[in-house]
């Protein structure tokens, strides 16, 4: 399946007992599906990847494969600040048949850039499945740079990268390095941050993996494929649309504000694991305001 367009990286449904309710996500899924979205990620950041066992991991990736049957690209989350825990997650992804394996920079040991590239050219030498690199510096203390990008881009497995570093001039060089290295057809841009995803359209990126596309699938694909068609003027209409659903569902830690949010449109979410708490009563309000004026809610 192609990667290109709206990824959804879904939220983890949990049911009041604490457990991952797969009834829940299957429901989830069916619901961004029948809205017109590329693809579908399970067990990544908005999927509170850092709180839920590796068992519950394999069984979210199992979930996700026996659901999507080739309606969209099956994206499977499975990075580790440990490559060991990596490669298992990755070969197990494949395993399952997922579409895609997405590989977060690893965290808190903030590698060297050698190291970076080392540990993707391990997974990539030894599975099958594509990998999607993640690069998310705000939350791992490590940012892929430019060059290293280009030397990971060549290796045989890896297919695109998710840059969430909001630095747009970075979009420009990573974009234009994929040129020089004749590249475009074998590797893609994506873009992490839903506020940045029209702009970053314009420069050359194929479609973003998105936590907005959990409320609002159909507006946020909308805009994607507008873009990619050329039709900056509807996409503009709808990123100004999105721009405080954008805004919000970040007014505290992802993905707080995007599992409330399905609480209030009633559909299956629950809580979020600690360390992460429910979100605050001011921040509520804003939530809940926005979802109005979207009729949403």
């Not at 590989?103 to 903030?110: A, D, F, L, R, S």
């Not at 702009?199 to 507006?219: E, F, T, Y």
């Amino acid at each position: 399946m192609k990667l290109e367009g709206t990824t959804v990286a879904m939220v983890t449904p949990f049911t009041s007992d604490d457990k991952v309710d797969e009834e829940g996500m299957r429901e989830n899924m069916n619901y961004l599906l029948e809205r017109g979205v590329n693809g579908l990620l399970a067990a990544g950041t908005t999927g509170e990847s850092a709180t839920i066992t590796h068992q519950e991991q394999k069984k979210m990736m199992e979930i996700l494969v026996d659901e999507v049957k080739g309606k969209a690209a099956a994206v499977a989350g499975a990075g580790s600040n440990s490559s060991k825990e990596a490669l298992d997650l990755v070969k197990y992804a494949e395993d399952v048949g997922a579409d895609y394996a997405l590989v977060i920079t690893p965290y808190y040991n903030k590698p060297q850039q050698h190291g970076l590239y080392e540990h993707y050219k391990m997974l990539s030498d030894s599975v099958n499945i594509p990998i999607i690199v993640y690069n998310v510096p705000s939350r791992t203390g490590t940012d892929i740079d430019v060059e290293t990008i280009g030397r990971v881009a060549q290796l045989d497995n890896i297919v695109a990268i998710k840059e969430a570093n909001p630095d747009l001039d970075k979009v420009s060089q990573t974009i234009q390095k994929i040129k020089q290295l004749d590249l475009e057809d074998d590797f893609l841009v994506l873009s992490g941050n839903d506020n940045l995803t029209l702009p970053m359209i314009s420069q050359g990126c194929m479609g973003v993996i998105s936590v907005v596309g959990n409320v609002d699938p159909a507006r946020m694909s909308e805009m994607v494929e507008t873009a990619m068609e050329g039709d900056f003027r509807r996409a503009q209409e709808l990123h100004y649309e999105l721009y405080d659903l954008m805004k919000v569902l970040f007014v505290e830690s992802n993905p707080v504000p995007a599992k409330e949010a399905l609480n209030m449109m009633g559909r299956p979410s629950g809580h979020v694991r600690m360390p992460l708490a429910p979100l605050k009563e001011e921040s509520q309000e804003k939530l809940r305001k926005v979802l109005l004026d979207l009729q949403l809610i």
